[in-house]
């Protein structure tokens, strides 16, 4: 049988190049890693393996455990492998297996995907496994004005009419130095008053590294009240995919009543309409949850989708060593948190995902 060759390449624009064949989304892109390797402290490596002229990426981020070990994470938002399109299901694992005798000597004790709900839909692993969280929710693009208006449920078209009624415009503008710092402000007022986990706090560095890195790939959408920026939402784009997607937004306390981040949407729904792309990703709910962040996504499109994450334990004696030296609880040495010997002290999500409309006006 065919051998795997594996090859531990810099994520750089030459690694934006070898990916251009695959189906992929700005998560997978050299700018992308670089910002979120600020977030989860890493160091950005990307993985190659070939198989009969058939490729497989992995864009992950390192993390040290101490001077021999290390684990894997993929990026903030929904990271996942890539593969050529002609790869049977087969094929794949065999790759992944290979991938895993490849770390195992490399000194990685397990490796974290967090599945692309589009891209990785139809993935389904034997090496490792695939956990499904919950639901996500998207809108189909293609659709007129009015099928878009008419799927829009009624408290919803409420609020945006509210937040026309009082004089809220919504402005599309470029990621600058200027507008992230903007950005960055509403956006940590709103985390706060959400009480969110520190995790989610992102400090101004990894705003300036998304404009430095993808500022032709990010849509800025500022609701304004005479002159005075409420909200704000950070959209991602790929026009290779055609895939736009929300990534962080928030609301000024003081405005939440004029409800501007569901103009903000509805903006950004028309905005991907008319520039062509096929699909709005909303996200879900926080953890995947059926929560209230869910529900008011769902008020803009009832279009499901699974968000699953992958895990593999690579080196298991290390992997149980690092679990029973943190001497869990029996409730936290049950939970589904992987790995599970990084498991927070405090209760949080189980997945990370950003709290999104929890800051939004519901």
Not at 40 to 62: E, R, S, V
Not at 235 to 250: A, D, K, N, V, W
Request: net charge neutral.
């Amino acid at each position: 049988m065919d051998t795997v060759q594996i090859d531990f390449l810099d994520i750089d624009q030459q690694w934006d190049k070898k990916i251009k064949h695959c189906h992929f989304d700005i998560y997978h892109l050299s700018g992308w890693v670089a910002a979120s390797a600020i977030v989860d402290k890493g160091t950005p490596m990307g993985l190659m393996a070939t198989y009969k002229n058939k490729q497989l990426f992995l864009p992950i981020i390192i993390r040290k455990i101490d001077s021999a070990y290390w684990d894997a994470t993929t990026t903030y938002g929904y990271g996942g492998p890539l593969m050529d399109k002609s790869l049977s299901d087969a094929e794949a694992d065999y790759m992944l297996q290979a991938v895993k005798e490849r770390l195992f000597a490399k000194g990685c004790v397990s490796l974290f995907m967090r599945l692309h709900p589009i891209i990785n839909k139809d993935w389904i692993p034997t090496v490792g496994k695939a956990l499904t969280h919950g639901l996500t929710l998207m809108s189909d693009l293609s659709q007129s004005e009015a099928a878009h208006w008419s799927e829009t449920q009624n408290r919803h078209r409420r609020g945006i009419k509210k937040a026309i009624k009082h004089n809220v415009v919504t402005k599309i503008e470029r990621l600058t130095k200027a507008s992230a710092l903007v950005f960055s402000t509403i956006y940590k007022e709103t985390m706060a008053h959400v009480q969110a986990d520190q995790y989610y706090f992102f400090d101004d560095d990894y705003f300036f590294n998304l404009l430095e890195n993808l500022q032709d790939r990010i849509l800025l959408i500022t609701a304004y009240q005479d002159d005075t920026p409420i909200a704000s939402t950070i959209y991602t784009l790929c026009r290779e995919s055609g895939i736009m997607q929300f990534h962080l937004g928030g609301t000024c306390c003081a405005y939440s009543h004029l409800q501007p981040s569901k103009l903000i949407t509805h903006t950004a729904r028309s905005w991907g309409r008319e520039n062509n792309y096929q699909i709005l990703h909303l996200g879900g709910g926080v953890g995947a949850a059926l929560d209230s962040l869910y529900e008011y996504k769902k008020g803009f499109s009832s279009q499901e989708l699974l968000f699953k994450t992958y895990r593999l334990i690579i080196n298991p004696d290390k992997y149980a060593k690092l679990v029973a030296a943190r001497r869990l609880t029996p409730d936290d040495s049950h939970s589904d948190f992987f790995p599970l010997y990084r498991k927070p002290a405090t209760t949080v999500p189980a997945v990370k995902t950003a709290p999104a409309e929890a800051l939004a006006d519901i």
